[in-house]
């Protein structure tokens, strides 16, 4: 593996890191606890991101453990300004911020994908860019279900 591909592995590395860290700041603001279960679930993914990029950096190449899945586009955080975080924190907005960081990522991983040519690490980091956007999928339908419940007249 080359050095320069070794360094954007590390910066991944750094970046699942960070995004644990943030999950795990952002679940101490959220005052439902089924959103916290969910933002721990979410911090628990990218850990598990952090130690498939750690194994790929460490020569375990077996990208098949993460695969390209049809994701649900719902374009929420494109067209929804991200929230301020605060101490206390909405429900509808952590996972508004959520969307947010996953769209980010999800872009990194892309962007980073589209600097390869086809091969080991273009495959790699499409699939981790297809991560994110499961993540970003998730943290979308859970926000519309906050901000717009439904309500028993439809």
Do not use: C, W
């Not at 795990?24 to 959103?35: E, I, P």
């Not at 950096?57 to 955080?77: E, H, M, N, P, W």
């Not at 769209?103 to 790699?124: C, P, V």
């Amino acid at each position: 593996m080359d050095e320069k591909l070794m360094a954007l592995i590390d910066t991944a590395i750094n970046r699942e890191e960070d995004a644990y860290v943030f999950y795990m700041d952002l679940r101490k603001r959220a005052a439902d606890t089924a959103v916290k279960d969910t933002l721990e679930y979410i911090a628990a993914e990218e850990k598990k991101h952090r130690a498939f990029l750690v194994g790929y950096r460490d020569g375990d190449f077996d990208t098949q453990s993460l695969r390209l899945s049809d994701v649900t586009y719902y374009k929420i955080a494109e067209y929804q300004q991200e929230p301020e975080i605060t101490e206390k924190m909405s429900s509808a907005d952590v996972y508004l911020v959520a969307s947010h960081r996953e769209l980010r990522s999800h872009k990194f991983y892309t962007e980073l994908a589209n600097l390869h040519a086809d091969g080991e690490a273009r495959s790699m980091l499409l699939k981790m860019a297809n991560e994110e956007l499961k993540h970003k999928e998730k943290m979308e339908y859970l926000y519309s279900n906050a901000a717009f419940p439904q309500t028993s007249g439809g």
